[in-house]
C-alpha cells in the first residue's frame, strides 16, 4: 500500500476540490484509523453499533488539524465508500467540531463528479436541514459510553470556511518538521 502522504497532494483546494482518503465506510461500527508512521491502515475500536458511521469518513492528505491527526473529511454518498479508495471532493463545507478540548474540524465534501446527483450539492443546504442534525447528533453522542461529555459541536461553516481551515492545517503539515 502506498503512503497517501508522500503520492497524494491536498489537492486545488482554493478552487474547491481536495484528495480525500477514506477510513471508515458509511454505515460501519469499525473505527479504521490512518496510521501516519507505518503508512497503514488499523483498526483502532469497534464501536457499538447505535453509533455506527453516518457518512464516510476520511483526511485530506499532507494536512495536520489542531488534535495532530490529518484534517477529517466526511464523505457524502449513498453508497459507503471502501476503506483505502481515495478520489477528488468538492468541499461543501466544514463541520466546526471539539474533542476532549481539542479542535477536530470535519471537512464536508462529496465526489468531484458525482453523475448521480448531476453535481448539484455545492453547499451545505444542499444536504437540509435533517442531515446536519443527523451528524451534529452523531458527533455529539458517539462517545457517550466511553467518555460523556467530550466532545461538542461548536457549528457549521461554508466552504470558505473550510478552505480557510485547510489552509492552517496545510502550514500545520508544512511546519512539522
Not at 52 to 81: H, M, R, S
Not at 123 to 148: A, C, M, N, T, V
Request: with cysteine; glycine share 8%; hydrophobic share 35%.
Amino acid at each position: 500500500m502506498a503512503d497517501f502522504n508522500q503520492v497524494l497532494t491536498p489537492g486545488d483546494y482554493q478552487s474547491g476540490i481536495v484528495n480525500t482518503v477514506v477510513e471508515i465506510s458509511k454505515g460501519s461500527m469499525l473505527k479504521i484509523e490512518w496510521d501516519r508512521e507505518k503508512a497503514a491502515f488499523m483498526l483502532d475500536r469497534v464501536e457499538p453499533s447505535i453509533f455506527a458511521k453516518p457518512c464516510n469518513y476520511g483526511f485530506i492528505p499532507q494536512t495536520l488539524d489542531d488534535d495532530g491527526d490529518e484534517l477529517d473529511t466526511l464523505v457524502v454518498t449513498d453508497e459507503p465508500i471502501p476503506t483505502g479508495v481515495f478520489f477528488e471532493a468538492r468541499i461543501v463545507g466544514v463541520l466546526e467540531f471539539e474533542d476532549d478540548g481539542e479542535m477536530d474540524h470535519k471537512v464536508v465534501v462529496v465526489p468531484a463528479d458525482d453523475r448521480n446527483t448531476g453535481d448539484s450539492i455545492t453547499s451545505l443546504d444542499d444536504l437540509g436541514e435533517r442531515w446536519k442534525q443527523q451528524i451534529e447528533h452523531h458527533f455529539s453522542h458517539y462517545k457517550d459510553l466511553k467518555k460523556p461529555g467530550s466532545t461538542k459541536v461548536l457549528g457549521w461553516g461554508d466552504v470558505e470556511k473550510a478552505k480557510e481551515i485547510i489552509t492552517e492545517s496545510i502550514e500545520r503539515w508544512n511546519n512539522k518538521g
